[in-house]
């Protein structure tokens, strides 16, 4: 699934490129756009009642992207489980990665843990079948 973000000029610093904690915004941009291709929005689990923490995340950068660069985002479940949930993110602007990151997300009901197979089944196979199609 590719997400694309246009660096906007708040997000540089004083040297003009993108400051690195925007990064994980684009991140979090293209996760909850990934959650809406596959027909299960954020919204939607949330009015249910469970919510997806961020519980690690991690970034390398690899090249710099300035204002009005495209940053294409390349998001693919790494691995998944009952209870988490891991994404990759491959950033490129053109043919240059620019990052390669990683996240992890827990689920939770009511400050609980909550399998996502149990609670969500639909939306469990709905990942389990992305997973399968970008493992072709």
Same mark, same amino acid.
């Given at each position: 699934?590719?997400?694309?973000?246009?660096?906007?000029?708040?997000? #540089? $610093?004083?040297?003009?490129?993108?400051?690195?904690?925007?990064?994980?915004?684009?991140?979090?941009?293209?996760? =909850?756009?990934?959650?809406?291709?596959?027909?299960?929005?954020?919204?939607?689990?949330?009015?249910? !009642? =469970?919510?997806? %923490?961020? =519980?690690?995340?991690?970034?390398?950068?690899? /090249?710099?992207?300035?204002?009005? $660069?495209?940053? #294409?985002?390349? =998001?693919?479940?790494?691995?998944?489980?009952?209870?988490?949930?891991?994404?990759?993110?491959?950033?490129?602007?053109?043919?240059?990665?620019?990052?390669?990151?990683?996240?992890? /997300?827990?689920?939770?009901?009511? !400050?609980? %843990?909550?399998?996502?197979?149990?609670?969500? %089944?639909?939306?469990?196979?709905?990942?389990? $079948?992305?997973?399968?199609?970008?493992?072709?």
């Amino acid at each position: 699934m590719y997400y694309e973000h246009e660096v906007k000029y708040y997000e #540089c $610093d004083r040297m003009g490129i993108t400051h690195h904690s925007n990064y994980v915004r684009i991140m979090e941009e293209a996760r =909850v756009y990934w959650m809406d291709c596959i027909g299960y929005g954020f919204e939607r689990m949330e009015a249910e !009642g =469970v919510v997806s %923490p961020v =519980v690690e995340v991690s970034c390398k950068y690899k /090249h710099t992207s300035t204002f009005k $660069d495209k940053i #294409c985002v390349e =998001v693919r479940v790494a691995e998944m489980s009952a209870l988490k949930i891991s994404f990759t993110y491959t950033m490129k602007v053109g043919e240059n990665i620019v990052c390669e990151a990683h996240s992890t /997300h827990c689920f939770i009901e009511n !400050g609980r %843990p909550v399998s996502l197979e149990k609670r969500f %089944p639909e939306l469990y196979q709905k990942i389990l $079948d992305d997973i399968e199609k970008n493992n072709k």
